[in-house]
C-alpha cells in the first residue's frame, strides 16, 4: 500500500516495479482518500496474515479476484494494528 501525493506514490509505484527483488507487482486499485490510514508509518514488514488469504488462495488467484472493497477492508483492519518493526 503505498499513500501520499499522487506525484510521488505514481514515482514510488515504478521505481519497485523496476526492482528486481520485487516480483509480481500489481496495482490493485488506485483511489483518492480524504486522509492516509497509515499517518506515522514509513514502511511494514508485514508478510500475509491468515485474514487475508491463504498462499494456496494466492496462487489460485484470490488477490487478483478480489474486489475492490474487500481488499480495501483488509487494508483498513490492518491499518488498526500497532506498527511493528522492520
Known amino acids: 500500500m ?3 501525493p499522487r ?3 505514481t514515482e514510488t509505484f515504478a521505481r ?3 526492482d528486481e527483488r520485487h516480483v509480481n507487482v500489481t496495482e490493485l486499485f488506485c483511489r483518492e482518500i480524504d486522509q ?3 499517518p506515522d ?3 511494514r514488514h508485514d ?3 491468515s485474514w487475508m488469504w491463504t498462499p494456496d ?3 489460485r488467484g484470490a488477490v487478483q479476484d478480489a474486489r475492490e472493497s ?3 477492508g483488509i487494508i483498513e483492519r490492518l491499518s488498526k494494528q500497532p506498527p511493528q518493526g522492520l
Open 2 to 4: 503505498l499513500e501520499g
Open 7 to 9: 506525484d510521488n506514490v
Open 16 to 18: 519497485i516495479e523496476r
Open 36 to 38: 492516509r490510514l497509515f
Open 41 to 43: 508509518w514509513s514502511m
Open 47 to 49: 508478510p500475509v496474515q
Open 57 to 59: 488462495e494466492v496462487a
Open 70 to 72: 474487500e481488499i480495501f
